[in-house]
């Protein structure tokens, strides 16, 4: 499984050594480049808003690129957490609420469509969509890209004039980022438009340094090591916190029911798989649908309790600490309203994409291969599979039909193999089978019943 | 695939009938398209075997190459289908009206309207099948570079006249068939696909016989079996009674009819070669044209059934009346045939190799903004593609059964009105959703306030945001009225463009720079880097 860069070094000196290194190459360093690989909970965020303070303090002005809007807003805030005086600049678009309203608030942080009006501020930040209307500036000498596996080649090539050298910052195991019409046309070409920013850029820059954050602290010891071993098989790293550093209890005692057995499998394990009996069903399954509302429900209700390195008391499991995570838009609106329906109406439900870069106490996924006759190249995408079994900091409980791994055996891949298109690994056939084989450890059926 | 579609499909099943799943047509169909049913030869790609081509259904020309391996005689059957297609091609480029564009004023850097050609009218190729499209876009990149005599009088095999030519345009109408909704060049199983669903896979629907066997059995049969027939069903010599589309041929007609009547020629035309006198020669001759005959025959018959298929398909689509907004696309296709017109008469080198990437990326986005204008367009155009929507959770009809006037904060109120619309469609809503309806044809926007009622239920009330005029007072007739039919969807009606790229020459280093730089040379061209293993 993984084996830590270097056992001697605590999880923290590891992390803070990555950090250094990677500060120094940012700062310091001659590329025009550096990239960073984050796996889950790495302290990505952290990282960028040192990064942005260090280059700022030093006199550099910076331009960020994020992807959504809610990821800058968020970025901002997390900048005026840590030094309220520094002078940021938010450009956002013409629509309607184009930023979050907590903005206002804050003295130091300039609004505007324009990025003249934000011209010589610290830090400007903004989407790459936004930037990519930007024309006419003098170019920054300094740029952050965050979320960059996420970003695809096209949107960097409209953006990456605008600044001189940057520090590229992303998952690669998350989902990648994907065009709606067909792109084979340019697939083997160094510069595909549908590929990922970082893809792109490595392949014209070899020689750039690349780093990557050793330590996840949102995964716990039970999820660490396959997360790791699934999905970044040849970048391993470990989990910040021990086993027993994180516990999970509930104040209600069993009913015996199935959601209850698999609550009390994943509290104890970090995961649990309540398993319904096989059979085909359309994507909207009811009877999943009303196992995963049912789980949901019943964590609300037993009086959960986390404990972490994060306080010294146990923290209340609370229904904004719980999320649940589909394939699908439409699943998770039916988990909704199911959900409604047994008047829980404040638990985040949504989709892997939506999902991506958050972080909850207890996760319950629905699996994306639940009840499909068939496994398409969506259904296999390792980052889906990724993204839902590392958003949580205690327990991840999944929600499928019986009969998965046939089904995987049954599909091998078969997408044709394109030249000069880099090989990815893992691959999603084989992600899904390792993944399954450790949930079949902490498997509890779903009787009709329950 | 749409659960709408899925349901369709058990439909078919059920039925054994193909079921409809458009009420009007949704592409261009032009009133004298081009057909061309090309065969190619097994084994040799790009190496055409025939082809039946033109704009009469009565009086397709057949063109055969005899031995797809002898490249004088493919460069004949190129240089025949030039005959056939340019001036076909040419007849619309003549054509124009005037019309207006919107360019970049190189002095000012403003946008400014001026007034150019717009062919009138576009030319249309109308393939039998997906592979078809591949198998044009082959001919046109084989034939693009090529050289004439005339242009280069050294090249070795110098190409006929107007070959490369035709592989320009060939390429063009191939690069166009990539863009959703594009109509210049069309395979007629895609169309019929779009238009109907059948009890078999999409798979099986790429069987241009099998497909109309579902969508119009012969007298009274059931789809299942006439389409099981059109696939499998062999004659006593054991050939396929329905010949595939192509331009793949069946083994077994290459096996046993193709492979012996291609020996049989090259054996006659060695014989023509070696013969000694003219007396000889002429008795060969006719050896040789009996061979070619043969041939011929043989070609035409599995190409007429298919020709005739193509042209039975097509009535079928002609019954359909076409989408409003088909119109809208078509103008794009003459745009696009109109400025491919201008790059050739202007000399312009033909399409390169490779996209650099900056082109790459302009296509991406152009195609993904016609792919989303084309998914709004025809669900707006079509109840029942609009149906499929409501059922997806991405749209919604009802009636309006109140509507409250209400007006913005701030100096100047607008008029905001909430309006509540029941619906029994479970739209995918959160709070302030923007929702779209068509108001003369123009999008206007809501956003959704909450349920008048239980959260899911199936009051749903919106408030009003635009298209209301500058009054204080709504325009007659901008905001719907109580028990008012109405339709919204939580897709938006229009794309908006992007970003402009930055020109070619401006490529940024991520992307290797401009090209003609050794950075930007895309990676297959570059050998790989030699290793310890590479030298002993």
């Given at each position: 499984m993984t084996a830590p860069a270097?056992p001697?070094?605590?999880p923290?000196?590891a992390?803070?050594?990555?950090?250094?290194?990677?500060?120094?190459?940012?700062?310091?360093?001659?590329?025009?480049?550096?990239?960073?690989?984050?796996p889950p909970g790495a302290?990505?965020?952290?990282?960028?808003?040192?990064?942005?303070?260090?280059?700022?303090?030093?006199?550099?002005?910076?331009?960020?690129?994020?992807?959504?809007?809610?990821?800058?807003?968020?970025?901002?805030?997390?900048?005026?957490?840590?030094?309220?005086?520094?002078?940021?600049?938010?450009?956002?678009?013409?629509?309607?609420?184009?930023?979050?309203?907590?903005?206002?608030?804050?003295?130091?942080?300039?609004?505007?469509?324009?990025?003249?009006?934000?011209?010589?501020?610290?830090?400007?930040?903004?989407?790459?969509?936004?930037?990519?209307?930007?024309?006419?500036?003098?170019?920054?000498?300094?740029?952050?890209?965050?979320?960059?596996?996420?970003?695809?080649?096209?949107?960097?090539?409209?953006?990456?004039?605008?600044?001189?050298?940057?520090?590229?910052?992303?998952?690669?195991g998350?989902?990648?980022?994907?065009?709606?019409?067909?792109?084979?046309?340019?697939?083997?070409?160094?510069?595909?438009?549908?590929?990922?920013?970082?893809?792109?850029?490595?392949?014209?820059?070899?020689?750039?340094?690349?780093?990557r954050l050793p330590v996840s602290w949102r995964l716990p010891a039970s999820a660490a090591p396959l997360v790791s071993s699934a999905f970044y098989p040849y970048t391993p790293f470990r989990s910040g916190t021990d086993h027993g550093d994180r516990?999970?209890?509930?104040?209600?005692?069993?009913?015996?029911?199935?959601?209850?057995?698999?609550?009390?499998?994943a509290?104890g394990a970090g995961w649990g798989?309540?398993?319904?009996?096989?059979?085909?069903?359309?994507?909207?399954?009811?009877?999943?649908?009303?196992?995963?509302?049912?789980?949901?429900?019943?964590?609300?209700?037993?009086?959960?309790?986390?404990?972490?390195?994060?306080?010294?008391?146990?923290?209340?499991?609370?229904?904004?600490?719980?999320?649940?995570?589909?394939?699908?838009?439409?699943?998770?609106?039916?988990?909704?309203?199911?959900?409604?329906?047994?008047?829980?109406?404040?638990?985040?439900?949504?989709?892997?994409?939506?999902?991506?870069?958050?972080?909850?106490?207890?996760?319950?996924?629905?699996?994306?291969?639940?009840?499909?006759?068939?496994?398409?190249?969506?259904?296999?995408?390792t980052?889906?599979l990724c993204?839902?079994a590392s958003r949580h900091r205690h327990a991840c409980?999944v929600?499928?039909?019986?009969?998965?791994?046939?089904?995987?055996?049954?599909?091998?891949?078969?997408?044709?193999?394109?030249?000069?298109?880099?090989?990815?690994?893992p691959?999603?056939?084989e992600a899904?089978h390792a993944v399954l084989a450790t949930l079949a450890e902490h498997?509890?059926?779903?009787?009709?019943?329950? | 695939?749409?659960?709408?579609?899925?349901?369709?499909?058990?439909?078919?099943?059920?039925?054994?009938?193909?079921?409809?799943?458009?009420?009007?047509?949704?592409?261009?169909?032009?009133?004298?398209?081009?057909?061309?049913?090309?065969?190619?030869?097994?084994?040799?790609?790009?190496?055409?075997?025939?082809?039946?081509?033109?704009?009469?259904?009565?009086?397709?020309?057949?063109?055969?190459?005899?031995?797809?391996?002898?490249?004088?005689?493919?460069?004949?059957?190129?240089?025949?289908?030039?005959?056939?297609?340019?001036?076909?091609?040419?007849?619309?480029?003549?054509?124009?009206?005037?019309?207006?564009?919107?360019?970049?004023?190189?002095?000012?850097?403003?946008?400014?309207?001026?007034?150019?050609?717009?062919?009138?009218?576009?030319?249309?190729?109308?393939?039998?099948?997906?592979?078809?499209?591949?198998?044009?876009?082959?001919?046109?990149?084989?034939?693009?570079?090529?050289?004439?005599?005339?242009?280069?009088?050294?090249?070795?095999?110098?190409?006929?006249?107007?070959?490369?030519?035709?592989?320009?345009?060939?390429?063009?109408?191939?690069?166009?068939?990539?863009?959703?909704?594009?109509?210049?060049?069309?395979?007629?199983?895609?169309?019929?696909?779009?238009?109907?669903?059948?009890?078999?896979?999409?798979?099986?629907?790429?069987?241009?016989?099998?497909?109309?066997?579902?969508?119009?059995?012969?007298?009274?049969?059931?789809?299942?079996?006439?389409?099981?027939?059109?696939?499998?069903?062999?004659?006593?010599?054991?050939?396929?009674?329905?010949?595939?589309?192509?331009?793949?041929?069946?083994?077994?007609?290459?096996?046993?009819?193709?492979?012996?009547?291609?020996?049989?020629?090259?054996?006659?035309?060695?014989?023509?070669?070696?013969?000694?006198?003219?007396?000889?020669?002429?008795?060969?001759?006719?050896?040789?044209?009996?061979?070619?005959?043969?041939?011929?025959?043989?070609?035409?018959?599995?190409?007429?059934?298919?020709?005739?298929?193509?042209?039975?398909?097509?009535?079928?689509?002609?019954?359909?009346?076409?989408?409003?907004?088909?119109?809208?696309?078509?103008?794009?296709?003459?745009?696009?045939?109109?400025?491919?017109?201008?790059?050739?008469?202007?000399?312009?080198?033909?399409?390169?190799?490779?996209?650099?990437?900056?082109?790459?990326?302009?296509?991406?986005?152009?195609?993904?903004?016609?792919?989303?204008?084309?998914?709004?367009?025809?669900?707006?155009?079509?109840?029942?593609?609009?149906?499929?929507?409501?059922?997806?959770?991405?749209?919604?009809?009802?009636?309006?059964?109140?509507?409250?006037?209400?007006?913005?904060?701030?100096?100047?109120?607008?008029?905001?009105?909430?309006?509540?619309?029941?619906?029994?469609?479970?739209?995918?809503?959160?709070?302030?959703?923007?929702?779209?309806?068509?108001?003369?044809?123009?999008?206007?926007?809501?956003?959704?306030?909450?349920?008048?009622?239980?959260?899911?239920?199936?009051?749903?009330?919106?408030?009003?945001?635009?298209?209301?005029?500058?009054?204080?007072?709504?325009?007659?007739?901008?905001?719907?009225?109580?028990?008012?039919?109405?339709?919204?969807?939580?897709?938006?009606?229009?794309?908006?463009?992007?970003?402009?790229?930055?020109?070619?020459?401006?490529?940024?280093?991520?992307?290797?720079?401009?090209?003609?730089?050794?950075?930007?040379?895309?990676?297959?061209?570059?050998?790989?880097?030699?290793?310890?293993?590479?030298?002993?």
């Amino acid at each position: 499984m993984t084996a830590p860069a270097s056992p001697v070094l605590n999880p923290g000196a590891a992390a803070a050594r990555a950090t250094d290194a990677i500060l120094r190459d940012t700062l310091h360093g001659t590329h025009r480049g550096v990239v960073v690989d984050s796996p889950p909970g790495a302290g990505k965020s952290t990282l960028v808003v040192r990064a942005a303070l260090e280059l700022a303090s030093a006199g550099r002005p910076l331009m960020i690129i994020a992807q959504t809007n809610a990821q800058v807003d968020d970025l901002v805030l997390r900048l005026a957490e840590k030094d309220a005086e520094l002078p940021v600049g938010r450009l956002h678009s013409s629509d309607t609420d184009p930023y979050d309203k907590a903005l206002d608030d804050l003295p130091n942080v300039r609004k505007s469509t324009k990025a003249a009006d934000l011209a010589g501020l610290d830090v400007v930040i903004s989407t790459a969509a936004k930037w990519a209307h930007v024309k006419g500036v003098e170019p920054w000498r300094h740029a952050i890209v965050d979320e960059a596996y996420q970003m695809r080649s096209d949107a960097l090539l409209a953006v990456a004039g605008l600044f001189e050298r940057a520090l590229f910052v992303g998952d690669p195991g998350q989902l990648d980022p994907f065009a709606i019409v067909g792109s084979e046309q340019w697939a083997g070409l160094s510069y595909d438009p549908s590929a990922s920013a970082v893809t792109t850029l490595l392949a014209h820059n070899r020689e750039l340094p690349q780093h990557r954050l050793p330590v996840s602290w949102r995964l716990p010891a039970s999820a660490a090591p396959l997360v790791s071993s699934a999905f970044y098989p040849y970048t391993p790293f470990r989990s910040g916190t021990d086993h027993g550093d994180r516990r999970l209890a509930f104040a209600v005692p069993s009913d015996g029911s199935g959601a209850d057995r698999v609550i009390d499998e994943a509290a104890g394990a970090g995961w649990g798989l309540l398993e319904l009996p096989a059979r085909h069903t359309p994507r909207t399954d009811p009877e999943a649908v009303r196992a995963v509302a049912q789980v949901v429900r019943r964590l609300l209700d037993r009086g959960g309790a986390a404990t972490s390195e994060r306080s010294e008391e146990p923290v209340p499991l609370t229904a904004d600490r719980i999320a649940v995570g589909t394939a699908h838009r439409d699943q998770a609106a039916s988990v909704r309203s199911a959900l409604a329906a047994l008047g829980v109406t404040d638990v985040v439900v949504d989709t892997a994409n939506r999902l991506q870069g958050r972080e909850y106490d207890v996760t319950v996924v629905l699996h994306p291969l639940s009840g499909r006759p068939d496994a398409t190249a969506f259904h296999l995408e390792t980052g889906r599979l990724c993204v839902l079994a590392s958003r949580h900091r205690h327990a991840c409980i999944v929600v499928c039909r019986a009969g998965v791994s046939e089904l995987l055996d049954d599909h091998p891949s078969t997408e044709p193999v394109q030249l000069g298109v880099t090989v990815k690994f893992p691959d999603g056939w084989e992600a899904n089978h390792a993944v399954l084989a450790t949930l079949a450890e902490h498997r509890v059926a779903w009787r009709p019943s329950d | 695939m749409s659960l709408i579609a899925t349901l369709s499909r058990l439909e078919a099943v059920r039925t054994g009938r193909a079921q409809a799943v458009a009420t009007v047509r949704h592409r261009h169909l032009s009133e004298r398209p081009l057909v061309l049913v090309p065969l190619t030869t097994a084994g040799e790609a790009g190496a055409p075997l025939g082809a039946l081509v033109g704009t009469d259904r009565d009086a397709p020309r057949l063109l055969v190459v005899p031995q797809p391996r002898d490249r004088d005689l493919r460069f004949a059957f190129l240089a025949e289908l030039a005959d056939i297609v340019l001036p076909y091609v040419d007849a619309y480029a003549e054509v124009v009206e005037a019309a207006e564009r919107s360019e970049t004023d190189p002095e000012s850097g403003k946008r400014v309207k001026v007034e150019v050609d717009l062919c009138a009218d576009a030319p249309q190729l109308i393939v039998p099948s997906r592979t078809g499209i591949d198998f044009v876009r082959l001919l046109g990149r084989a034939m693009r570079f090529r050289r004439t005599a005339e242009q280069d009088p050294e090249a070795p095999h110098p190409a006929p006249p107007r070959v490369p030519l035709l592989g320009r345009w060939l390429t063009h109408f191939g690069e166009r068939a990539r863009v959703p909704g594009s109509s210049l060049l069309l395979a007629l199983t895609d169309l019929l696909a779009r238009h109907w669903a059948t009890g078999q896979s999409s798979v099986e629907d790429q069987h241009l016989g099998a497909l109309l066997a579902w969508i119009d059995p012969p007298g009274g049969e059931s789809g299942d079996a006439a389409a099981r027939r059109a696939e499998l069903a062999r004659d006593a010599d054991g050939q396929l009674l329905c010949p595939p589309a192509g331009p793949a041929t069946d083994p077994a007609f290459d096996n046993k009819l193709l492979a012996p009547a291609i020996e049989r020629y090259d054996r006659a035309r060695a014989a023509l070669a070696a013969s000694e006198d003219g007396l000889e020669a002429d008795d060969r001759l006719g050896d040789l044209t009996a061979a070619e005959q043969e041939i011929r025959a043989l070609v035409e018959s599995r190409t007429r059934p298919t020709w005739d298929a193509v042209w039975r398909g097509l009535d079928l689509l002609r019954e359909l009346p076409e989408g409003a907004h088909v119109a809208d696309r078509w103008t794009r296709d003459r745009w696009s045939f109109t400025s491919h017109r201008d790059r050739i008469s202007a000399g312009e080198p033909p399409q390169p190799r490779r996209d650099d990437a900056v082109t790459a990326a302009n296509k991406l986005a152009t195609r993904e903004r016609e792919q989303a204008r084309l998914d709004a367009q025809e669900a707006l155009d079509d109840p029942l593609v609009m149906a499929g929507r409501r059922l997806a959770g991405e749209a919604f009809a009802g009636e309006v059964t109140e509507v409250v006037m209400a007006y913005s904060e701030g100096r100047r109120p607008s008029p905001r009105p909430l309006v509540t619309v029941r619906t029994e469609d479970r739209p995918h809503l959160g709070e302030r959703t923007k929702v779209y309806r068509s108001l003369g044809g123009k999008p206007q926007a809501a956003e959704f306030v909450g349920y008048d009622g239980p959260e899911g239920g199936d009051l749903l009330v919106l408030r009003i945001v635009d298209k209301m005029g500058r009054g204080k007072e709504p325009e007659e007739g901008s905001v719907p009225q109580k028990g008012d039919p109405v339709c919204f969807t939580l897709f938006e009606h229009d794309q908006r463009g992007g970003a402009k790229l930055p020109d070619p020459e401006e490529t940024p280093w991520t992307h290797g720079g401009p090209p003609g730089e050794p950075d930007a040379v895309p990676l297959p061209e570059q050998p790989d880097p030699p290793t310890e293993e590479d030298t002993l």
